[in-house]
């Protein structure tokens, strides 16, 4: 499944794919591929994630 809510949130706060790998410290792909929904990020990254974007887990990684 997309993570939309990410791809959105990411570009609220108008950074690029390889942007926000920079600051989380992955790769551009990995950043594609978890909005993609075909890459299972671990806690921690989802975490780091959230951190940078300023939102929860829930916000952005719970399926409703």
Same mark, same amino acid.
């Given at each position: ?5 990410l791809?959105?949130?990411?570009t609220?706060?108008?950074?690029s794919q390889?942007e926000? %790998?920079? =600051?989380v410290g992955? !790769?551009r &792909?990995t950043?594609?591929?978890?909005? %993609?929904? =075909?890459?299972?990020? !671990?806690? &921690?990254?989802?975490?780091?994630i ?15």
């Amino acid at each position: 499944m997309k993570n939309v809510r990410l791809k959105i949130a990411r570009t609220e706060h108008d950074l690029s794919q390889a942007e926000l %790998a920079k =600051k989380v410290g992955v !790769t551009r &792909q990995t950043i594609g591929l978890i909005e %993609a929904g =075909k890459y299972n990020p !671990t806690l &921690q990254l989802c975490l780091s994630i959230c951190k940078t974007l300023n939102k929860t887990l829930d916000e952005l990684f719970w399926e409703e």
